[in-house]
């Protein structure tokens, strides 16, 4: 029998203009509240009396599922309604600033959400430009009617781009360089005005590690060897390849050649097809046999159930305590918005679209949390395949989802992915770690646990460059930052002529400004998490319930580091992660 959710689902049916007027009431209600307590006698200010908390909650119940609108909807009134309800939050927003100045940061930080939004736009190419691109790519992008032609939406998060060409990829957003210009000299001035010297001061006050360049510079020293290795075997196989084929060869290795080899590498060395390992991996299999692996290890159990949605292809679920018989087990609600469409945010991403948390009268509210991906869809004749790594992907999402609806804090502040954002990503990345029961030889599981260790040195080197750009252009005083730091000198390849390729990084406007190297640096936690507790037996429920109470459930309400070390039983180190990299034999350290 199926149990009621002591709190209903939200509404999903908000017409464009009623996104406007819910938020100016909102915001209208919230400064009432704080003139109330800003005319507080200090003697009187208290916890009680400056009810800050139940206020910011309260606001961001209502505000957040609108401002989601913008990610997701199919209707672009509603989208651009929804941008325009983007808000301000709290005392690192500019509260304590005088009248005037709050007025000039709340002008820039409108400005800089604009352009953010701009610059992840989609772009359009006709049949002929996409001719060459592999037809079930192409069936992946959106097909719209501009003009008297077809043209077939491409946006700067879309890997399967590159096989137009790679300059021709690097140059596609040359238009967002000025944007991403301006929207750098506008975070120069909101650091200003808030009292910091750089942006990246602003950042990072906030994270685990305030000074992201040092780590970079120490796992750059230790990858130099491994990636220098890398590329000389991969320019081997160039070699090989183009004097088999009677093509010039330069002895340089390239950018755009590091992808081919690597696949080329992989598929000769360890025989190992791409298209083949797909056939094992259909949507409809890989999502609920993901869903069944975290419920069985974390103790839930998904009810599937017909709400309200924002688009008749999402699935909405009731999230229950495994065994739970009556209302008391309800977790939360947890949405899937898995297929593409126009509009819709391009990449993978989790939305917590709100925490949980207790109230002043002792009742509590639930999590809500939404997945948003683009999976191929299937056609009438084809079931729809996922490659390994978009597997992985998913797991890694879906990390995120369960941290959103296991956190229990009592304010909403510090719930589920509330923590450091270079520590947020450590939970979900920890739960790559796993793989689907698929029924994959023994051989072909060890040809794809092999091929994740491949070249991994001119990978990571990449990745140290992407963020040692992001510090770069915003500890800088200047403008024209960009062409300074020289791919070559850290990533070991050659970039051929200058591209605009800094248009296309989508991370630096989309959240992950100046923190960039968090996604490396949850690494090293996330596989130090996994040697330690879960590699003995990973599927092992009792193993799952220490991760839930030790790192699931604090969120943001304890200092991420204690939660490591209560869970590592110890403090966190780099060796699992260097022995991925490096080998077992790695006596290097970070």
């Not at 395949?385 to 609806?405: A, I, K, P, Q, W």
């Not at 966190?572 to 790695?586: I, Q, R, T, V, Y």
Request: hydrophobic share 35%.
């Amino acid at each position: 029998m199926s149990i009621k959710p002591p709190q209903p689902a939200p509404s999903w049916d908000h017409r464009p203009e009623d996104i406007g007027t819910i938020i100016k009431d909102l915001i209208a209600k919230d400064w009432s509240i704080q003139d109330k307590i800003a005319a507080l006698p200090r003697e009187d200010c208290n916890f009680e009396s400056v009810a800050l908390s139940e206020a910011e909650t309260n606001f961001d119940a209502i505000a957040e599922p609108l401002s989601f609108y913008q990610n997701v909807s199919a209707d672009k009134a509603l989208c651009d309604a929804s941008n325009e309800a983007e808000i301000l939050d709290g005392t690192r927003s500019g509260l304590a600033l005088s009248e005037e100045k709050r007025n000039q940061l709340m002008t820039l930080t409108k400005e800089l959400s604009q352009l953010c939004l701009e610059f992840s736009e989609r772009i359009t190419f006709t049949a002929k430009q996409l001719d060459g691109v592999p037809a079930n790519v192409v069936l992946g992008y959106m097909k719209r009617t501009q003009g008297s032609e077809e043209v077939y939406d491409v946006t700067s998060k879309t890997p399967d781009i590159f096989p137009i060409a790679f300059e021709g990829y690097e140059s596609r957003l040359e238009v967002n360089v000025p944007l991403l210009s301006k929207a750098l000299g506008i975070r120069r001035q909101l650091a200003s005005l808030l009292g910091y010297k750089t942006w990246a001061d602003y950042i990072t006050e906030v994270k685990m590690i305030k000074n992201g360049k040092g780590f970079l510079d120490d796992l750059e020293e230790k990858l130099r060897p491994v990636g220098v290795k890398d590329r000389e075997t991969l320019l081997a196989l160039k070699k090989k390849e183009h004097e088999e084929l009677g093509l010039p060869f330069d002895g340089k290795f390239y950018i755009w050649d590091y992808r081919y080899y690597d696949r080329k590498f992989i598929e000769e060395s360890l025989d190992l097809d791409d298209m083949l390992v797909k056939e094992y991996f259909p949507v409809t299999v890989v999502v609920p046999t993901i869903l069944e692996i975290y419920q069985n290890l974390l103790g839930v159990r998904f009810e599937e159930i017909n709400g309200t949605t924002w688009h008749p292809e999402v699935q909405q679920f009731s999230v229950w305590e495994k065994d739970s018989k009556d209302e008391s087990g309800f977790i939360g609600y947890c949405y899937l918005d898995l297929y593409p469409r126009g509009g819709k945010y391009s990449h993978a991403a989790v939305w917590p679209l709100l925490p949980g948390y207790d109230h002043a009268d002792g009742k509590c509210s639930y999590p809500i949390a939404a997945m948003v991906a683009n999976l191929a869809k299937p056609t009438p004749d084809k079931p729809a395949l996922m490659r390994h790594d978009n597997v992985v992907t998913f797991f890694h999402e879906m990390g995120h989802v369960f941290h959103g609806l296991l956190s229990r804090t009592k304010f909403s502040r510090f719930h589920g992915t509330s923590v450091a954002r270079d520590f947020v990503e450590a939970p979900s990345q920890m739960l790559d770690h796993f793989k689907t029961k698929q029924p994959l030889s023994p051989e072909l599981i060890t040809k794809l646990v092999k091929s994740r260790y491949v070249n991994v040195g001119l990978f990571y080197l990449r990745q140290v460059f992407f963020a040692k750009f992001d510090i770069k252009v915003h500890t800088s005083s200047g403008t024209r930052p960009f062409m300074r730091l020289a791919p070559i000198s850290i990533s070991l390849v050659k970039s051929g002529k200058p591209t605009p390729g800094q248009g296309t990084f989508g991370h630096i406007t989309g959240g992950y400004d100046a923190r960039y190297y968090g996604y490396t640096y949850s690494l090293v936690f996330a596989a130090d998490m996994y040697a330690t507790v879960f590699k003995a037996d990973p599927l092992d429920p009792s193993r799952g319930q220490r991760y839930c109470e030790k790192i699931l459930f604090p969120g943001g309400s304890h200092e991420e580091l204690d939660s490591l070390k209560d869970f590592l039983g110890r403090e966190p180190n780099s060796k699992a992660f260097l022995n991925e990299l490096f080998g077992s034999g790695s006596s290097a350290n970070l």
